[in-house]
């Protein structure tokens, strides 16, 4: 298909790119058609098919999965129930949470706790809209939203029986631990409730602050506390650790119910602030059509052609990448903080919450200081923030907790890119403070977070690590996987020291950059536990995994034996050159796929060999053939990655979709080129799936042109710069950001 290149509207171009003038042409194209939230919602991709605005903190989605590792959402393709539509989602994560404030309309019976079934032809969601009818009770459901505001519509097959259930006992996998700890409700009038809710799980402090307002004044109210009717009174106010649900009867009419639910992260006062800057009307089809517009603006950051399937893979993938991190901000400019204190940012900066770090700061970041440089800043900020609240440096930070969750201090991966892409704002000499203080062991913050979820975020690994100098297969698990990254994460820290003029710091830190080479096995050249006393551990089995037992992350030697992006150079001539390298990958994509163990990780999934597309540790790896004398290989491979782990089906994505993070690949990859060390301001070029994209960049538009391009032509015969021809298969950011050209000459043989 033909289409033009259009310019982006002064407001979204200034708040999404960061540009100081204004662009020419207001046009939009409408790349919100391409869409399908429903990918990634089959298999174990965990995402959720409702109705959001970018990085807003209210996600409207309908609850159909509770327990369990696909309950991580709340929403699984396969189920036929909806137990409620819940405010707040995670997008693809390995863990569940949130799910604040859950309601339901329904006719019929009072149990306590209706179900509604519904059948997938009924569904429909686009970007900041989503639809269902349900069944049993005869009501189609619309969801919509602002960024802090709900907006529901609900039509009723019954005029008589319209009823709608409040559930503040909603929880998402209570059987991983996850518990209501508080419930504040008042009646305000007779079409308005207020409350907190406050849960513990994955987050170990959680408080979501709501204000509910229908359309119509209640007509009778049923209380359930702690699972029993109250039939002698009527609760005004309540403020109790049970569960509470509410049943709410209007009165019979024709027309729709509409709900609105405004969230705050603070209070309900502040919800009844947001409220009424986002949503003081009740025309649901503009608020629709205001999210639509919203999208497409977003959306119209990356302009693409290519074939169909690649379409709506690459603009669902691009739609994932801005669902988290979500603003956690007032509009008032008051949010809870990392110390759990109540802070007003200054003006300009505003709050995020929910970093997949050791996901995203392999692509989703990257991705972000191109098309949105201004957002990736801002990111930056909020995690020095958050070091100088909780004193540490946030690693999976949810809501205004630390979970601790995954492996090293993968911050300073985010922060040393920015350093390195000049997009870094602030104190230099906090930036470096924040990432070495990150990377010890912290006896105050073991205290500090004694008792407490929180306490994930201190390990031994760091302790062994500075002491050793490695870390002792014998005394922690996973210690392989913790002594490359924080190998790769102190090179990032010394970065940040030497922009902050630091060198001393620097000096300390990049010495610690090349303990990764302890690991490496001079025999098997792949990357081996040591023991306490120096040794490798015996026996060894490279296919071996135990979840979270084992001496690896989500995976065992194969998919960690390529993790030294900050050094490859040192790292290939330490297992012999280039062409053991071209060798070791060989054997990674072609040797059998048996993982062993009988408690492998359920996360190595997408396999081709022992190459596991569906984790993290192993995105880098096909493009490490452009460090051989044969990119070709990798090429082909790119080209099975994308042709057959990235799909248009609800199971389209082949492992967690990470915040980001898998579609952040795809989408990087899917325009030819992706950069394997983050701090490092340099990408290397892949097999580009389009046939033409416009990037909006810092310095205006970078086209990519993609010449021949075919199922059949997936190698890369040619690469011409600015009408240059390139003699090497890297480019910089700089090259990027500026009002370039990058031209694809493909071909159906590999160029050796």
């Keep these: ?121 009924t569904e429909k969601a686009t970007p900041g809209y989503y639809a269902v009818r349900l069944d049993n009770f005869g ?132 919800a009844e602030k947001n409220l009424e800057a986002e949503l003081p009307g009740w025309d649901f089809d503009k608020t629709r059509e205001e999210s639509t517009h919203i999208w497409n603006e977003a959306l119209n950051l990356i302009q693409i052609e290519a074939d169909p399937k690649v379409m709506v893979n690459f603009y669902t993938a691009l739609y994932h990448t801005m669902i988290a991190p979500f603003a956690y901000q007032d509009v008032d400019g008051r949010y809870l903080g990392m110390d759990k204190k109540v802070h007003t940012a200054e003006p300009g900066y505003v709050n995020y919450s929910v970093f997949s770090l050791w996901d995203t700061f392999r692509a989703l970041h990257p991705l972000m200081t191109i098309i949105n440089p201004d957002l990736a800043t801002d990111w930056g900020k909020v995690l020095v923030q958050g ?35 000049d997009l870094a704002e602030g104190d230099m000499s906090t930036w470096a403070e924040a990432g070495a203080r990150s990377s010890v062991y912290r006896e105050d913050l073991a205290e500090k ?41 102190d090179w990032c820290i010394s970065q940040i020291a030497k922009k902050a003029g630091n060198i001393e710091l620097a000096n300390e830190y990049a010495k610690k950059a090349e303990y990764y080479k302890r690991y490496l096995d001079p025999e098997t050249k792949m990357m081996r536990p040591v023991m306490g006393d120096g040794s490798f551990r015996t026996p060894f089995n490279p296919r071996y995994s135990s979840h979270m037992k084992s001496d690896y992350t989500e995976g065992n030697a194969f998919q960690w034996s390529f993790f030294a992006p900050h050094d490859m150079d040192n790292f290939i001539a330490a297992i012999g050159g280039k062409k053991e390298l071209e060798t070791r990958l060989d054997t990674l994509f072609t040797t059998s796929s048996q993982i062993d163990g009988a408690e492998a990780s359920g996360d190595i999934t997408g396999l081709i060999g022992q190459y596991a597309h569906g984790n993290e540790p192993s995105h880098h790896m096909a493009y490490l053939y452009n460090w051989t004398d044969s990119p070709w290989k990798g090429q082909g491979y790119l080209d099975y990655i994308m042709q057959n782990f990235y799909t248009n089906e609800p199971d389209g994505i082949i492992g967690n979709e990470d915040c980001g993070q898998m579609s952040a690949w795809y989408v990087m990859s899917a325009l030819g080129f992706y950069q394997v060390s983050p701090g490092i301001p340099v990408y290397t070029l892949g097999r580009p799936m389009v046939n033409k994209a416009s990037m909006h960049v810092k310095g205006g538009i970078f086209e990519i042109l993609v010449k021949n391009n075919s199922a059949a032509n997936k190698y890369i015969k040619e690469v011409k710069l600015n009408g240059k021809i390139l003699d090497t298969l890297f480019i910089s950011h700089t090259d990027i950001i500026k009002d370039g050209k990058l031209e694809f000459i493909m071909t159906d043989q590999p160029v050796k």
């Design 1 to 121: 298909m033909k289409r033009t290149i259009l310019f982006f509207q002064a407001a979204l171009a200034c708040l999404l790119v960061g540009c100081k003038q204004a662009p020419e042409s207001p046009r939009l194209q409408d790349e919100v058609r391409y869409v399908d939230p429903f990918i990634g919602t089959g298999f174990h991709g965990h995402t959720f098919p409702g109705a959001t605005r970018p990085y807003a903190m209210v996600q409207l989605s309908p609850d159909t999965h509770i327990l369990g590792w696909d309950a991580s959402s709340g929403y699984h393709y396969d189920d036929d129930h909806i137990y409620g539509f819940s405010h707040t989602h995670l997008s693809g994560t390995g863990i569940g949470d949130l799910g604040d404030v859950a309601l339901l309309p329904f006719s019929g019976g009072d149990s306590i706790k209706p179900v509604a079934t519904f059948k997938k032809d």
């Design 139 to 270: 009501i189609n459901v619309e969801l919509t939203s602002t960024d802090r505001v709900g907006f529901h519509k609900y039509t009723y097959d019954n005029p008589k029986e319209r009823r709608v259930l409040l559930d503040l006992g909603h929880i998402l996998q209570p059987n991983w631990g996850h518990k209501l700890i508080g419930n504040q409700y008042l009646l305000v009038n007779d079409s308005t409730v207020e409350g907190t809710v406050k849960t513990q799980g994955w987050a170990h402090f959680h408080s979501m602050s709501y204000r509910i307002t229908f359309s119509e004044p209640i007509e009778t109210v049923y209380q359930y506390i702690g699972g029993k009717l109250r039939k002698d009174s009527l609760f005004l106010r309540l403020n109790t650790a049970e569960d509470l649900k509410f049943h709410y009867k209007f009165a019979e009419k024709a027309q729709p119910l509409y709900v609105k639910v405004a969230l705050s992260v603070v209070d309900p006062e502040g």
């Design 387 to 421: 070091y100088k609240e909780g004193g540490i440096l946030p690693k999976w930070p949810l809501a205004s907790s630390y979970t601790g969750c995954m492996v090293g201090y993968p911050a300073v991966s985010v922060l040393a890119d920015l350093v390195a892409k």
């Design 449 to 489: 977070f004694k008792g407490t979820r929180e306490l994930d975020l201190i390990t031994m690994h760091p302790y062994y690590k500075e002491k050793y100098g490695f870390v002792p297969a014998d005394s922690v698990p996973e210690s392989v996987s913790w002594g490359l990254e924080m190998a790769y994460e």
